[in-house]
């Protein structure tokens, strides 16, 4: 079965790219793992990956408990079955919780794309989840995002729709490998939004110097 979120526009194979070239990189975190979109392809490539979402029904399927906006899966589109079906259990730490209260061993590479735009992120300011992504990487790893622009006033006004150049002020320690911003532009369908809409879309690759 296709990942729901198969249409979506993404630089991730970019990101891909990099990290082929990259030795060393053996492990990458994804943060917003959903139904595996990236970490199906890393799994092929032959990374251990940890994959993180704070919503259960993405890595175990089913529904969301009463109340919940979190996204539903079909148990046989979950990212736990996947795994399985690819026989590639082994080779995925399935992590249910919110990146924000994370301690965990650094990784190689962390991936994450558009999660942070999640309301649930808002109640705690945009540094709080910055630090809990960059505490993810190792010292030389790296640390690719894709995340919306502001196309509103109350999303200019936002730290989490930042605009051209102003996410390197919160990536303190790392940087700049790779940079690529998008003009506005029709985004299919896709879970949670039924309806074609625009976004503008911000690709970074930064690596973290050494302490
Ligand atoms: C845009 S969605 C889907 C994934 C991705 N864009 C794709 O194409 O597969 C982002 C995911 O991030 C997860 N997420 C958002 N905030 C999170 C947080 N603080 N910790 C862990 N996961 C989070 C959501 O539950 C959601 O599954």
């Known amino acids: 079965m296709d990942s729901l979120w198969a249409d979506t526009k993404t630089f ?10 990259e030795p060393a990189i ?14 199906m392809p890393l799994v092929d490539c032959g990374y251990e990956v940890v994959a993180i979402d704070v919503n259960r029904s993405a890595l175990y ?13 079909p148990a046989d589109g979950s990212l736990a079955h996947l795994l399985e079906q690819r026989g590639a259990k082994g080779q995925v730490e399935l992590l249910n919780l919110d990146v924000r209260s994370i301690e965990m061993f650094p990784r190689d590479a962390l991936w994450t794309s558009c999660s942070w735009h999640y309301s ?10 910055m630090r809990a992504l960059t505490s993810c990487v190792r010292d030389g ?17 936002s730290d989490f729709f930042p605009d051209v150049g102003e996410v390197w002020s919160w990536l303190r320690g790392f940087s700049k490998e790779w940079e690529a911003y998008t003009p506005p532009f029709v985004e ?3 879970l949670g939004q039924p309806e074609p809409h625009v976004h503008r879309m911000g690709f970074f690759v930064a690596r973290k110097n050494p302490a």
């Open 61 to 73: 399927g089913g529904t969301a408990p009463a109340g919940s906006t979190k996204e539903a899966y």
């Open 26 to 39: 053996r492990s990458v975190v994804v943060v917003g793992a959903a139904d595996g979109k990236f970490v």
């Open 188 to 190: 299919a369908p896709h």
């Open 120 to 129: 649930m992120n808002h109640d705690q300011p945009f540094d709080t989840l």
């Open 141 to 157: 790893g790296l640390l690719g995002a894709e995340y919306f622009m502001p196309c509103s006033a109350s999303q200019v006004a």
């Open 12 to 21: 991730f194979p970019l990101f891909l790219q990099m990290l082929r070239r």
